[in-house]
Structure formats: structure tokens, C-alpha cells
């Protein structure tokens, strides 16, 4: 992205949280320089701005301190450009549902994704798909109560929630063609499955989710890094 901005994000493009980070800045019509972070060797830049936790996102923002955390960082991007293109609903009560939701997705949605994405046990990945068969009737029925009927989770256009799922959607569509496992399929997810249509065809969607190859090099770091081969005797 653009060099020299006073805005830069730290990320690992392979990752939905650096992914949902793009989508907020690029609704918001804000330019960034992008630093692409070596998950197996972490830069001194990473680890001085996320010492606890050591991960991606990181965003910097003039001399603020830096700010981590997917969602922290999409709720500032909306509390410093609230004209343009707001993300969460101005009612409360459902700005509250919305974070509710969105933490419940990422204590529950992305280790599961993970886990299956480099598990070897058949056993544990047939437990894993049914898990998520389940996270998807969840967001089946939250898509219900929050879109109101319309398009988006947000509305008539991409929101907070849209942000907050559709950044694994690359990753969903991953599963399909390496694994043939469909996480959202028409039958079982009506809703969810024509969201995902209009998600795709949105050209926000289009530029910020990476390619089948960056994501299957992301699965591959995150297999090195859990599977680290053994050592050769002499």
C-alpha cells in the first residue's frame, strides 16, 4: 500500500485477522503503509508492540501507541472515522450483540479453523467439521436476527459482523477445494450461503481476501511452526 502514510499495519497476509483489518481500512477509504511479518522469525518491530501476545495485527497511527487486536483496532478505524462508512450499529443494544458475537466467534470459531486446518487425525477432524458445522447454524441464526432481513449482517452493506466472519471467508472456501468440506452449504445454510455470494461479489471482498496460494503458504508456515520436523541423528 501506500508508503509514508501516518497509518501502518503490521500483518501476515494468510491471516483473517490482518484480513479483517484490510477490509475496515479500505471501507474507510484510509491509506496505509502495509509491513509484512515473518510469523517464524517475529521482527523486533512485533514483538516491542505486541510484547504479551507476539501476533498480528498491529496498527500504528501517527504517535499513538500502538494498537493490536483485530476488533480493538476495527473499533478505533470506526471511532476515528465515523462519516465514513460507519461499521457498528448506532443503537447500543446492538453495538453490544454485535461485540458479543464477534468475541463468541473468536473464542470458539478460529481455534476450531485452526486446529482443523493442520490436524493429521482423522478422528479429530471429523470431530472438528461437525463443530463447525455447528458454529455456522449459530451464525445462521445470528445472521437472522441482525440483518433484519437485508443483505449484510450491517444492513443494506458490509458492517462490523460482515468484517468480523468475513475475514475467514477465504480460508472457508480453502476447506472446500483442499478438503472438500463445505462449512457454509446452501441447504443447511440458506442465509449464510447467499451472504457469502454478495460478500464475494463485493469489490472490497475482492481485494482485501487473499488467493488459494497465499493461504495454502499459510498453511503450511502454521504446520512448520506446530510440526517442527525432528532432528536427524548423525
Not at 500483518?11 to 502495509?34: D, H, N, Q
Not at 508456515?221 to 548423525?234: C, G, K, Q, Y
Request: glycine letters at 6%.
Amino acid at each position: 500500500m501506500t508508503q509514508n502514510c501516518e497509518m501502518k499495519l503490521v500483518g501476515s497476509t494468510g491471516s483473517p485477522f490482518v484480513t479483517r483489518v484490510k477490509y475496515a481500512l479500505k471501507l474507510k477509504s484510509i491509506e496505509y503503509e502495509y509491513i509484512e511479518e515473518d510469523l517464524c522469525n517475529k521482527s523486533e518491530l512485533l514483538l516491542k508492540s505486541n510484547p504479551i501476545y507476539k501476533r498480528v495485527p498491529v496498527l500504528f497511527h501517527a504517535n499513538e501507541h500502538p494498537i493490536t487486536e483485530s476488533l480493538v483496532i476495527i473499533e478505533y478505524l470506526d471511532e476515528i472515522r465515523p462519516d465514513i462508512h460507519p461499521l457498528l450499529p448506532s443503537n447500543p443494544s446492538e453495538r453490544a450483540q454485535c461485540r458479543v458475537l464477534a468475541y463468541t466467534f473468536d473464542d470458539l470459531f478460529y481455534p476450531w479453523t485452526k486446529e482443523f486446518m493442520v490436524t493429521q487425525e482423522k478422528e479429530r477432524s471429523e470431530e472438528l467439521k461437525k463443530l463447525l458445522i455447528g458454529g455456522s447454524l449459530m451464525l445462521e441464526e445470528a445472521f437472522a436476527k441482525l440483518s433484519k432481513g437485508k443483505a449484510f449482517f450491517g444492513g443494506d452493506d458490509i458492517g462490523y459482523m460482515d468484517i468480523v466472519v468475513g475475514g475467514f471467508l477465504g480460508w472457508i472456501k480453502f476447506y472446500g477445494i483442499v478438503f472438500n468440506f463445505n462449512v457454509i452449504e446452501e441447504d443447511r445454510n440458506p442465509r449464510l450461503a447467499e451472504w457469502v455470494k454478495r460478500m464475494w461479489s463485493h469489490e472490497v471482498a475482492r481485494s482485501v481476501i487473499p488467493s488459494h496460494e497465499t493461504h495454502t503458504k499459510f498453511r503450511n508456515m502454521l504446520i512448520s511452526s506446530m510440526f517442527p520436523p525432528l532432528p536427524v541423528s548423525p
